[in-house]
């Protein structure tokens, strides 16, 4: 009796942490998380999050709607629909104040309504900048242990040296190793991850 191919293990979905302590604070955010956190302090009660993709803006956005009664746009960049942004801008009042979040400044938003664009103009900002390196090893460490997985210091310090500096990178870095592990059925580990970004600089060749 011939046996049955043995089933590749599957990946899973793993949601990241969204608590307030889960949230890595660095130079490159401090600004950022520090005013959203005090909306009472705000010289109206609208701003607009600014920063690349998948660089905590939904993590703000989650911490700020724990701590407020107001209303949080996510992606107001994309938003199809320019006048609910419209009407919800002129609604934010001090008790209700209105957290927008993007990945492009206000000007670069795709509408055409001129009143909209002149609100938004008005509106203070605040940007997440690029990862800094306390943050990159913060959020690699959080990221990996949002999928359920434990590396050590030496890992991370030898991703640190290699993986593009940005969120982006980050994300994909750990989905890479955590298939690997996976599929190998092994820890995370330096000789892992080296043979891991070996084969993908063959590929990239």
């Given at each position: 009796?011939?046996?049955?191919?043995?089933?590749p293990?599957l990946?899973l979905s793993?949601?990241?942490?969204?608590?307030?302590?889960?949230y890595?604070?660095?130079n490159?955010?401090?600004?950022?998380h520090?005013w959203l956190a005090?909306?009472?302090a705000w010289?109206?009660p609208?701003?607009?999050?600014?920063g690349?993709?998948?660089?905590?803006?939904?993590?703000?956005?989650?911490?700020?709607?724990?701590?407020?009664?107001?209303m949080?746009?996510?992606?107001?960049?994309?938003?199809d629909d320019?006048?609910?942004?419209?009407?919800h801008?002129?609604?934010?009042?001090?008790?209700?104040?209105?957290l927008?979040?993007?990945?492009?400044?206000?000007?670069?938003?795709p509408?055409e309504l001129?009143d909209?664009?002149?609100?938004?103009?008005?509106?203070p900002l605040?940007?997440?900048e690029l990862?800094?390196?306390?943050?990159?090893?913060?959020?690699?460490?959080?990221r990996?242990?949002?999928?359920?997985?434990?590396?050590?210091d030496?890992?991370?310090?030898w991703?640190?040296?290699r993986?593009?500096?940005?969120?982006?990178?980050?994300?994909?870095?750990?989905a890479r190793?955590?298939?690997?592990?996976?599929?190998?059925?092994?820890?995370?580990?330096?000789?892992?991850?080296?043979?891991?970004?070996?084969?993908?600089?063959?590929?990239?060749?």
């Amino acid at each position: 009796m011939t046996p049955a191919p043995e089933q590749p293990p599957l990946p899973l979905s793993w949601q990241p942490r969204m608590g307030a302590k889960d949230y890595c604070l660095s130079n490159s955010n401090r600004i950022a998380h520090a005013w959203l956190a005090e909306p009472a302090a705000w010289p109206m009660p609208r701003t607009i999050l600014v920063g690349p993709e998948a660089s905590g803006k939904s993590h703000l956005a989650r911490l700020f709607a724990a701590r407020n009664a107001g209303m949080v746009i996510e992606d107001a960049d994309r938003a199809d629909d320019a006048e609910m942004l419209f009407h919800h801008w002129n609604r934010a009042t001090v008790d209700q104040p209105l957290l927008l979040t993007a990945r492009l400044l206000p000007r670069q938003w795709p509408h055409e309504l001129p009143d909209l664009a002149s609100r938004l103009a008005a509106t203070p900002l605040v940007r997440l900048e690029l990862p800094d390196d306390a943050l990159v090893a913060a959020v690699l460490a959080k990221r990996f242990g949002d999928h359920g997985l434990r590396v050590g210091d030496d890992v991370i310090a030898w991703l640190m040296a290699r993986i593009e500096r940005s969120f982006a990178g980050i994300e994909a870095t750990v989905a890479r190793l955590d298939a690997a592990a996976l599929a190998e059925r092994r820890e995370i580990t330096v000789p892992l991850a080296r043979a891991v970004f070996e084969t993908q600089w063959s590929l990239d060749v």
